[in-house]
């Protein structure tokens, strides 16, 4: 009966950081997942998200998590590759061809695989939800080849492989806040940028950039992280509702990422931007080029996870 | 009730003498409990990760270009320069004043050391010349509250770094409105100062003025060398600060040669303790800023100002309005931590451009120092001019109320603020 | 002894500071002479401003320069202010007490998180704390022991200064 399987879930209030502000498609998800939390505990279990970094960057909210200060936060890998350098495997460029690729891959045994290693380190993943395929946008020329990187000052994340990517193109990869590239690029301190194009247009990133090259360089998946300390609290129940609305909340970020990027896209031409792709044989230069970078990083990787992604990537392609 | 402890646990361990940081870590304890998460890993993790932030480091570089500027003599060369130009007019030792209250706001980031400076040298000359001394130390004090409106500016930095705004676009933002201030301490003093019998100094030949000149030519370059290099893309603010620093030791030890090679270690620090001071108070308040965001008192604040949310100017004029009474009590450091992380979801739902807002609430919270009870500038004054603080007020208010309505002019008139932006970033 | 300690950590404070202009500098001029950069430097000179900031904290409350109101402490009478710095001291001695053992708590995370790109652990940009809570609160705890014996100066029972600017110097016009 509904009234006694209710009686095990408590009134709770799940506070979930976010960098990115409520517009993005991480809110469609998060009130998703919420609705469904509130209508399964019949309105006990509530997730209350935080905009715009107002809990601190993912870094800093990643910690407040693993020591459950916090009990959730959207982030990206990067805050975990220092801990868990597996995890670095996707900030490896032109890893995932298409969103389907990264799906399966995410939502199968490798996904699983990363997500049993975060209980060592204080954290739960609830599922993979997803920034998304990654573009280079900059104020100089169209990029078009490999030589067109060349000499150009990209601001990149704060991220050793993403660094190392557009150095060995050529670039010159400048660190910076995400709050000063808006200024950085208007000003021209830096020429560039590259983000998925919901990040590019919500950052209004077209009034100050030219050319918009749709890269695919990397795509980049989000962790629905969860404190371990406050999760051994939970009953198995409310994991279980947990986990399920994670799910629940996944299919529909997904979903309007993806169709907001198609509009994004439309957009940022409209704005003026000039759109160009690089030919599959030029890609194929780049992507040579870039073959360095799997090497020199696959030490810190591990073979475990490299085998288990590129074995998964195989079976999907090979069908 | 969360307001209340607060704002209790805050006043009453700065009272008692409280270093401000640690009366804010009080706070921090009062707001875990009273939220029911009692947690030290909250104090110790914020702590730290508020002052692990790259924009932050502006804050020595700016700190040490001040350090190696002064010790090069510069406030003595500015103040030079204008007397040479307007010490024989009326009036002309408060427009000198002036003058260098301005130029110095665009090369430090410190309303108290800059009123300080300029006080130090300026008013035992106008003591002397017969002018009235409370209200030359009012006008000085209300000149050094230009400093953190005009770049570079510790006050910008630390609003955009916790409300994630450009610091580039504050800083651009910043130089008309203080430039403002300047010019309506200028009209006041015409106004107040207009029947003062004083004596009036010689003029000075043009050989004198450009000595001058050429002594003060390298110091007024900087301000010009920084915003040019944020407008035209050269630097970030933080690389504007090394920069700033870098050009400060080049000209002190080479050009002006009056810094010497031995003292550089103390300046550098000089620098950094007082770079420790402020960042330690930042950190310290960026916890309970932390707190508050999980509070439930933004929710609180909002449903007070809702009333207000129809327009646009008249919630700017509430939350002015609010941030003045507040700055009466507290100092700019607590008044910006505090405040920022409840107004900001505001104003961003509201719809202001939080770059304006940033330069209207930084302005404010300077006016802050010099309204009474507590004001920061008031006890360097009191000080400096040796009177005490009712006769100073005396002297100040209408140089205060000059810069409360240039404030609120930026209120109704918000494109003052926007226009001259607009066209310094394209 | 407490000279030798505060010279010591005046000369550390300069360095950092020489340290994080010259990184920082160096990336502008290697930027637009080289048009490259030297990855580190963002991430190592915020490890050198945050010790920065936090052993300069300690410094700062032996010479008293950490900011604060002096104003209502100032009218008191000796008696008055014993009993405000007491109470002033005890709560910083507990503050002290929790950071340290937040730090303690949170150690095992700081130790095991590797800065993304120096791979420094954690543990040493976030375990600055121990220091500044030792520091701080044997500070407090020798004042407090100085209050309980009376053997406390006048001056040393004001703590703070309202001045934000550094104390005007020598050198300065
Ligand atoms: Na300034
Ligand atoms: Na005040």
Same mark, same amino acid.
């Given at each position: 009966a509904p009234a006694q399987s209710q009686a095990q879930f408590q009134d709770r209030v799940f506070r979930v950081s976010n960098g990115v502000s409520k517009e993005h498609p991480m809110g469609n998800g998060l009130a998703a997942m919420g609705a469904c939390t509130l209508e399964r505990t019949g309105g006990k279990m509530r997730i209350q998200p935080y905009w715009d970094g107002a809990l601190g960057n993912d870094l800093t909210a990643t910690q407040s998590v693993r020591s459950g200060t916090l009990e959730m936060v959207l982030t990206s890998t990067a805050p975990l590759t220092a801990i868990i350098p597996s995890l670095g495997v996707f900030d490896l460029p032109f890893l995932f061809d298409n969103e389907e690729e990264a799906d399966k891959v995410l939502d199968g045994k490798a996904g699983d695989w990363f997500a049993a290693k975060l209980p060592a380190v204080g954290a739960v993943n609830l599922a993979w939800w997803e920034n998304g395929f990654r573009h280079t946008t900059n104020s100089r020329h169209p990029i078009t080849k490999l030589e067109d990187f060349q000499?150009?000052? +990209?601001?990149? +994340?704060?991220?050793?492989?993403?660094?190392?990517?557009?150095?060995?193109?050529?670039?010159?990869?400048? %660190? +910076?806040?995400?709050?000063?590239?808006?200024?950085?690029?208007?000003?021209?301190?830096?020429?560039?940028?590259?983000? %998925?194009?919901?990040?590019?247009?919500? +950052?209004?990133?077209?009034?100050?950039?030219?050319?918009?090259t749709l890269s695919k360089h990397a795509y980049s998946p989000t962790l629905v992280l969860f404190s371990k300390r406050v999760w051994d609290t939970l009953s198995a129940g409310e994991q279980t509702v947990l986990k399920e609305c994670a799910a629940v909340?996944?299919?529909?970020?997904?979903?309007?990422?993806?169709?907001?990027?198609?509009?994004s896209l439309a957009n940022l031409k409209a704005n003026g931007m000039t759109v160009n792709e690089i030919a599959p044989a030029e890609l194929d230069r780049i992507r040579g080029k870039l073959a360095v970078i799997y090497d020199r990083h696959s030490a810190t990787i591990g073979k475990e996870a490299l085998d288990l992604v590129f074995g998964e990537l195989k079976a999907i392609r090979g069908k | 009730m969360t307001v209340a402890l607060f704002t209790a646990a805050l006043l009453g361990s700065m009272a008692i003498g409280m270093p401000i940081a640690f009366a804010l870590l009080v706070c921090a304890v009062v707001l875990m409990v009273a939220g029911g998460q009692t947690d030290t890993?909250?104090?110790?993790?914020?702590?730290?990760?508020?002052?692990?932030?790259?924009?932050?480091?502006?804050?020595?570089?700016?700190?040490l270009a001040g350090e190696l500027m002064n010790a090069g003599g510069i406030s003595r060369?500015?103040?030079?320069?204008a007397l040479t130009f307007v010490g024989h007019i009326r009036g002309g030792l408060g427009l000198v004043a002036i003058f260098a209250s301005v130029v110095m706001a665009a090369i430090s980031g410190s309303a108290a050391a800059d009123a300080a400076a300029i006080g130090a040298l300026l008013i035992p000359m106008m003591r002397q010349a017969g002018y009235d001394v409370p209200r030359a130390a009012g006008l000085i004090a209300a000149g050094g509250v230009i400093a953190p409106v005009i770049p570079p500016s510790i006050g910008l930095i630390v609003f955009g770094v916790v409300a994630n705004v450009s610091i580039g676009k504050l800083f651009l933002a910043g130089i008309v409105p203080g430039l403002m201030m300047g010019v309506a301490l200028v009209l006041t003093w015409l106004w107040v100062a207009r029947r003062d019998a004083v004596a009036i100094r010689p003029r000075q030949g043009w050989d004198a003025r450009g000595k001058a000149v050429l002594e003060a030519f390298w110091a007024l370059l900087m301000p010009f060398g920084i915003i040019g290099g944020l407008k035209f893309g050269v630097f970030t603010p933080t690389e504007a600060g090394v920069v700033a620093a870098v050009y400060a030791l080049v000209v002190g030890l080479f050009v002006y040669r009056e810094l010497k090679p031995a003292a550089l270690p103390r300046l550098f620090t000089a620098a950094a303790r007082s770079t420790a001071v402020v960042v330690f108070l930042i950190a310290a308040a960026l916890i309970s800023a932390w707190l508050i965001t999980l509070s439930e008192l933004p929710g609180q604040v909002k449903a007070m100002l809702e009333p207000f949310m129809w327009d646009k100017t008249v919630l700017m004029l509430v939350i002015m309005v609010i941030v003045v009474v507040v700055g009466t009590a507290l100092d700019f450091a607590p008044t910006l931590m505090i405040l920022t992380p409840i107004l900001m979801p505001i104003v961003k739902e509201a719809g202001i451009d939080p770059v304006y807002f940033g330069v209207l609430f930084i302005m404010n919270n300077a006016i802050g120092l010099i309204t009474p009870p507590v004001g920061i500038v008031l006890n360097v004054m009191c000080g400096v001019s040796k009177i005490t603080m009712p006769d100073l007020m005396k002297g100040l208010w209408p140089f205060l109320w000059a810069e409360l309505a240039v404030l609120f002019l930026l209120v109704l008139f918000p494109g003052l603020v926007t226009g001259p932006l607009w066209w310094l970033t394209h | 002894m407490t000279r030798l300690l505060v010279r010591l950590a005046d000369a550390v404070l300069a360095l950092l500071l020489a340290a994080m202009v010259a990184m920082v500098f160096g990336n502008v001029v290697l930027r637009y002479v080289f048009n490259s950069g030297i990855t580190v430097s963002e991430e190592l000179s915020r490890f050198f401003f945050v010790w920065l900031t936090f052993i300069g904290a300690v410094v700062a409350m032996g010479d008293g320069s950490h900011l604060g109101m002096d104003s209502l402490v100032a009218r008191l009478g000796r008696r008055g202010r014993m009993v405000c710095a007491a109470v002033s001291n005890a709560l910083i001695l507990l503050c002290c007490v929790l950071l340290f053992l937040g730090t303690l708590r949170q150690h095992e995370i700081n130790a095991t998180t590797m800065a993304p790109v120096t791979g420094i652990p954690m543990a040493w940009v976030f375990g600055v704390v121990y220091l500044t809570a030792a520091g701080i609160g044997v500070h407090a705890v020798l004042r407090l022991a100085r209050i309980a014996t009376g053997t406390i100066r006048d001056d040393e029972l004001i703590e703070v200064r309202e001045d934000e600017a550094p104390v005007l110097r020598e050198d300065r016009p």
């Open positions: 000499g150009v000052k +990209m601001r990149v +994340m704060q991220n050793t492989i993403f660094i190392d990517t557009f150095k060995e193109l050529g670039s010159n990869a400048v %660190p +910076m806040a995400f709050s000063e590239i808006y200024s950085a690029l208007e000003t021209k301190t830096v020429d560039g940028q590259e983000n %998925p194009y919901n990040n590019i247009e919500n +950052m209004k990133f077209y009034e100050v950039q030219k050319y918009l909340g996944r299919a529909e970020q997904r979903k309007v990422n993806r169709e907001k990027s198609k509009v | 890993t909250i104090l110790s993790q914020k702590l730290v990760e508020g002052a692990d932030s790259f924009p932050l480091l502006a804050i020595p570089f700016f700190m060369r500015i103040v030079l320069f | -």
